[in-house]
């Protein structure tokens, strides 16, 4: 007894099946491709619903990973700009600073003969750097600072240990800055205001030590 093949190979209904897309089983079985994203979204929304219960809808995960990168960012920006003000001034390409900046010494220097000098000659930029180096030497003489000659100025109001001198320095170290880093004029009103911040702060520490 001869059995026959009786399964019938239909080429047509074959090529039928494969062109539609409902019988397309491979398709549907494989993972669809995920961005970077996507996959740290997915992986946040998991971390939000573990610590609220399974509280937090997907549709919410992205606003809330936007605003704690921005806030990121905005914690650090804050960060870099309390320890390197300078950072954040424009700085002059061309022009070259009328005086030496590399030793900003404390010492040796005749301040009040100095100052008189450069006020003299209408040099308001070597007025400026003076008149911070000379509060530089108070607050050291007076123990509230620990000069280094390679320390920054936002460092020296870190130093500082006395609460009551902190606002008038503060003051003084911003237009500093903004003269030796920024493109900020130097004037005679300038230097006065700076002078007087100083006055400030000496009286105040005499009265501290009185």
């Known amino acids: 007894m001869i059995l026959q093949d009786t399964i019938i190979y239909d080429i047509?209904?074959?090529?039928?099946?494969?062109?539609n897309g409902a019988y397309a089983?491979?398709?549907?079985?494989?993972?669809?491709?995920?961005?970077?994203?996507?996959?740290?979204?997915?992986?946040?929304?998991?971390l939000l619903n573990t610590i609220f219960s399974g509280r937090i809808e997907r549709?919410?995960?992205?606003?809330?990973?936007?605003?704690?990168?921005?806030?990121?960012?905005?914690?650090?920006?804050?960060?870099?700009?309390?320890?390197?003000p300078e950072l954040f001034l424009r700085k002059k390409k061309t022009a070259k600073l009328p005086y030496e900046?590399?030793?900003e010494t404390i010492h040796g220097i005749d301040f009040d003969r100095e100052i008189a000098s450069a006020l003299n000659h209408?040099?308001?930029?070597?007025?400026?750097?003076y008149v911070y180096l000379?509060?530089?030497?108070?607050?050291?003489?007076?123990?509230?600072?620990?000069?280094q000659i390679h320390k920054t100025?936002?460092?020296?109001?870190?130093?500082?240990?006395?609460?009551a001198l902190k606002p008038d320095f503060r003051r003084l170290t911003y237009h500093f800055l903004q003269v030796r880093y920024g493109n900020?004029?130097?004037?005679?009103?300038?230097?006065?205001?700076?002078r007087g911040l100083q006055s400030d702060m000496i009286n105040l520490m005499k009265g501290q030590k009185g």
């Open 153 to 163: 100025p936002t460092e020296y109001l870190y130093d500082m240990k006395a609460a």
């Open 122 to 129: 209408g040099d308001y930029r070597l007025a400026i750097r």
């Open 101 to 103: 900046v590399e030793e």
């Open 59 to 84: 549709e919410v995960t992205t606003p809330i990973m936007i605003a704690l990168f921005i806030a990121i960012v905005l914690a650090a920006l804050y960060f870099l700009y309390k320890k390197r």
């Open 12 to 19: 047509k209904k074959i090529a039928e099946y494969q062109s």
């Open 184 to 194: 900020y004029p130097a004037t005679v009103e300038l230097t006065d205001l700076m």
């Open 25 to 46: 089983y491979e398709e549907q079985l494989r993972m669809p491709e995920q961005t970077l994203f996507e996959m740290i979204a997915m992986w946040f929304n998991r």
């Open 134 to 147: 000379q509060t530089l030497r108070f607050l050291s003489d007076g123990g509230l600072i620990d000069w």
